[in-house]
């Protein structure tokens, strides 16, 4: 393994075919989000800094081996904890919700970095206690998931704290848990879920669920949102209504247009053909991730990477489903897509936590 010679990709330790699809992805981003907008130059001039500063996040963290995050991943962790407490103290409050820390020159929402530190904490506890993980060290892990994602739920974030879950059950399923420890963890969340319904949850957000199943029932409040999505979905046919030219989003029918519902602009402007070339390039994305994890020579690695590239499945699925009525609206935007700048920097570290678990493989095995 000495004698590999490693290309220029690896020698900056990015993989060249994930990059071209994060780079179509947010070129499609910077395509429609002009429109969404409203033409806003200065949103645009704002997305290009948000995605520029993403790529220079994404570079740096590939530089570090895997071996430094899973050393680090503690520290991280701790951080995590102690930023989500002083924002439930001290936070920013936008629309109702406390999840924002204001430091003057910059507003950022901490509930983002536990993104990367809940599945990082998770795959090395895993690692350390070995896999697949025993009924112990399953329970440990559910403790070092829950605790973040009851402060992100406390501010309130659903739609965060479902993705920060999601982050750390992934890891754990990678890791090869019993299928019983599965069946139980099941059962347990059916039962929990009445407490969680009358105890846990804020009245809108028992609200968004039951104007899912039937949202023609209070169509200018709660079922506001969901109905003009679905008008605009629906109204885009095959080939859209063309760039710019959507009635729903530029009469600003469509509400959050150029953030949570920007699907909703891409489904009416171009149609069924815009929003399958946007999945496509969703897919392939995700399946380039799914190979990296499966090219892991290490079981920290193979499991974090999975973890993160299906969380970010789900984040899709999540939005996607929202804009298009078959789940409740928990406010997540649509990766790479939508505008925002916590989230975007947030999830290209991911990706270069990723490719550094991809380009730095070489020196794992030289090492070993």
């Known amino acids: 393994m000495n004698n590999i010679k490693k290309s220029f990709w690896d020698k900056i330790h990015l993989d060249p075919l994930f990059f071209l699809f994060i780079t179509l992805l947010l070129s499609y981003s910077l395509y429609i989000l002009w429109s969404a907008s409203g033409q806003d130059i200065d949103m645009m001039q704002r997305r290009v800094a948000q995605i520029l500063l993403g790529y220079f996040v ?21 951080i995590c904890i102690v930023i989500l407490l002083l924002v439930d103290i001290f936070g920013y409050t936008s629309k109702g919700a406390q999840r924002w820390l204001d430091l003057g020159v910059l507003r950022f929402q901490p509930s983002e970095i536990a993104k990367i530190a809940v599945p990082l904490m998770v795959a090395k506890f895993i690692n350390r206690e070995g896999c697949p993980p025993p009924l112990k060290t399953t329970l440990q892990t559910l403790a070092i998931i829950g605790v973040p994602t009851l402060l992100v739920a406390m501010q309130p974030d659903l739609g965060t704290a479902i993705l920060i879950v999601m982050s750390g059950i992934f890891i754990i399923f990678l890791a090869g848990i019993d299928w019983r420890f599965i069946v139980i963890a099941l059962i347990l969340i059916a039962a929990f879920l009445p407490f969680m319904w009358f105890f846990l949850m804020y009245p809108y957000q028992r609200e968004r669920v039951l104007r899912l199943f039937n949202p023609e029932s209070d169509p200018l409040r709660t079922g506001y949102h969901i109905i ?57 994305l995700i399946a380039r991730g799914l190979i990296i994890a499966s090219q892991a020579h290490t079981t920290f690695g193979r499991i974090l990477a999975g973890g993160l590239i299906l969380v970010f499945f789900i984040y899709v699925f999540i939005n996607i489903g929202m804009v298009s009525g078959i789940l409740p609206v928990v406010g997540v935007p649509l990766p790479l897509i939508s505008y925002g700048g916590s989230s975007l920097v947030v999830l290209m ?16 095995t030289k090492n070993i």
């Not at 994404?58 to 701790?78: G, H, N």
């Not at 570290?349 to 794992?364: D, K, P, Q």
């Open 228 to 284: 003009q999505s679905k008008i605009a979905i629906g109204s885009g046919g095959i080939g859209g209504k063309g760039w710019c030219d959507g009635t729903q989003s530029q009469l600003e029918f469509l509400p959050e247009r150029h953030t949570d519902f920007i699907f909703s602009v891409i489904a009416e402007e171009f149609g069924f053909v815009g929003s399958i070339i946007l999945l496509v390039l969703f897919l392939c």
């Open 349 to 364: 570290a991911s990706f270069g936590i990723m490719m550094s678990i991809h380009t730095h493989r070489y020196m794992l």
């Open 58 to 78: 994404m570079i740096i963290f590939a530089q570090f081996s895997p071996r430094t995050y899973e050393k680090w991943a503690p520290l991280l962790y701790i």
